[in-house]
C-alpha cells in the first residue's frame, strides 16, 4: 500500500498565534482526517535552537496517507469547500507539500 505524507507549512496571522493554534488543534485537524484520506496527524511548532535559516514558518502538520499522492490530492481538494478555514491562518504563507515513501522507517 502507497504510503504519503503531506507536509503543511503555516503560519498565524500577527497576534493571533492562541487563536490560530485553537483552531487548528480544535477544527482543523479533525476536518482534515474526516473529509480527506488521511489517516493521521501531528502537528509541530518550530525550534528555538535551528542548525541553519528555518525559512519562514513557525508551524508544521505533517499528514500520513495510505493512498498514493494523486489520489490523496483530489481528497484534499474536494474537501476544501467543506472546511472552515478559520480567521487566524496567513494564507499567503501557507505551503503544502506531499513526499512519496522510499524506504523502511528505521529506528528504536
Do not use: C
Request: glycine content about 8%.
Amino acid at each position: 500500500m502507497p504510503r504519503l505524507k503531506m507536509m503543511v507549512y503555516t503560519n498565524a496571522l500577527d497576534g493571533k498565534d492562541d487563536e490560530f493554534n485553537h483552531w487548528y488543534d480544535t477544527i482543523h485537524l479533525p476536518e482534515v482526517i474526516d473529509f480527506t484520506k488521511a489517516v493521521a496527524a501531528q502537528r509541530f511548532q518550530l525550534s528555538d535552537a535551528q542548525p541553519g535559516d528555518p525559512g519562514g514558518h513557525r508551524y508544521l502538520a505533517i499528514y500520513e496517507f495510505e493512498v498514493d499522492s494523486k489520489e490523496a490530492y483530489d481528497s484534499l481538494t474536494a474537501s476544501t469547500d467543506k472546511m472552515d478555514l478559520g480567521s487566524s491562518l496567513d494564507r499567503g504563507s501557507a505551503k503544502v507539500v506531499f513526499y512519496d515513501e522510499i524506504g523502511e522507517r528505521i529506528g528504536v
